[in-house]
């Protein structure tokens, strides 16, 4: 069955995969990002795309508004806008940290509240949350990042709760490692904040394991097939995690004691 679809974050990364992969299934796709030169490859593929920053009330409620004229329905939205703002808790300055959580929970936050009133009028629905394995266990230097995913896991599982009686789906997707610029751009981040600060020893260990990971990754399609099976099913599972050391991660974060699973996962990075 087409669906309207609306994918945020699609000028880079897994977002334009989701956006692509989509639209080859045959429904109608949104993408919406920042910046709309970003776009330009998927939308002459023909995903309609709009301009809309996740911390900007009104181009929010534009992007909803025009989907809803033109479509009359939404019946997917994927939040998938964010980043990751790496460094020493004590390093990073809580305005960067309250950025962090105004894109990746606040952002996503406001534009479910967007969409909920016309899922609820048609009776149906799916809230895809792209959050990460890092909503369920956390680094050293990712505090903020980690805060921001741990947040929106429980926000998934309140609301999931309250929609479910008008028939609308709510569903987390927890990529482990996935290849992107991700990687890299943490790693940069962590050197820029702490590199130079009282936590730069750490810090010299774990941005070569940043970097090295990128090798080991999975490929976007992955993260894709986990958004297109909760897309297609009739009862979506709540959670679906995939990628590079998603599964055991997840396993031995539900399975060891905080000390002995601190201590696990240190040893990665002597």
């Not at 992969?21 to 998927?42: N, S, W």
Request: glycine share 8%; proline share 3%.
């Amino acid at each position: 069955m087409k669906k309207v679809i609306l994918v945020t974050g699609a000028s880079a990364g897994i977002g334009k995969d989701f956006a692509k992969h989509l639209l080859q299934d045959g429904h109608i796709v949104y993408g919406a990002a920042r910046r709309l030169d970003k776009m330009e490859d998927i939308r002459t593929l023909g995903v309609k795309v709009l301009e809309m920053d996740v911390t900007d009330e009104a181009t929010m409620l534009k992007g909803v508004e025009t989907i809803i004229k033109a479509e009359g329905r939404i019946d997917v939205l994927i939040n998938n806008a964010g980043f990751g703002s790496y460094g020493a808790i004590e390093d990073v300055t809580i305005n960067d940290a309250r950025y962090q959580l105004e894109v990746n929970v606040f952002g996503a936050a406001r534009l479910t509240q967007l969409v909920l009133p016309h899922m609820r009028k048609q009776h149906s629905g799916t809230i895809i949350n792209i959050s990460s394995i890092g909503g369920k266990l956390a680094l050293a230097f990712g505090g903020w990042y980690h805060a921001s995913k741990f947040a929106l896991e429980a926000l998934s599982d309140s609301l999931r709760n309250e929609v479910e009686q008008f028939g609308i789906n709510v569903v987390v997707i927890e990529p482990g490692g996935v290849k992107s610029e991700w990687s890299g751009i943490a790693a940069d981040n962590l050197k820029k904040v702490s590199g130079h600060t009282a936590y730069k020893a750490l810090a010299d260990r774990f941005i070569p394991i940043f970097r090295s990971t990128e090798a080991k990754n999975a490929e976007p399609i992955v993260i894709v097939d986990l958004v297109r099976k909760a897309i297609a099913a009739k009862n979506p599972k709540t959670r679906y995690s995939g990628g590079y050391m998603a599964k055991p991660a997840l396993f031995m974060r539900w399975l060891l004691p905080d000390r002995m699973f601190d201590k696990m996962l240190m040893r990665q990075f002597e």
